[in-house]
């Protein structure tokens, strides 16, 4: 499976223009011709020069079309759902350590447990100032 006219793709390390994303234009022969996001620039590759992430996509597709995301139905121990947050780097990077050297045993135990006790402080701040 080669890649196709309208493929993303990621200009690997051999090219000059390395880490840089682009669009297939045209595949011919076994080159590619690639304009990069960044400019316009079109430039000639050989698809070992690219990661296509159309390319992985579309095999991920053929494998198992029938996937579906996240835990299996029935895996639910409690009732939970799933949030994206943004954390300070930092702050991120020492949680992941204390998690590491297993400081921090349950990471959803733990925001659990961080976020009721805030939200307790609150509700009690809230009551306080509506007596």
Known sequence: MNGKTGDRVRLKEAAVHRGERGIVERSHRGRLLVRLEKGGRLIELTPHQVTNFSLAARKAWESMPD??????K?????????VT????????????AMESD???QDRTTLVNALL????AELK????????
């Open 67 to 72: 996937r579906r995301v996240g835990r299996p």
């Open 74 to 82: 029935g895996s639910r121990v409690c009732d939970r759902l799933s």
């Open 85 to 96: 947050l943004r954390i300070d780097r930092d702050l991120w990077k020492d949680f992941r």
């Open 102 to 104: 297993g400081r921090i």
């Open 116 to 119: 009721r006790k805030k939200l």
């Open 124 to 131: 009690s701040k809230k009551a306080g100032a509506n007596a």
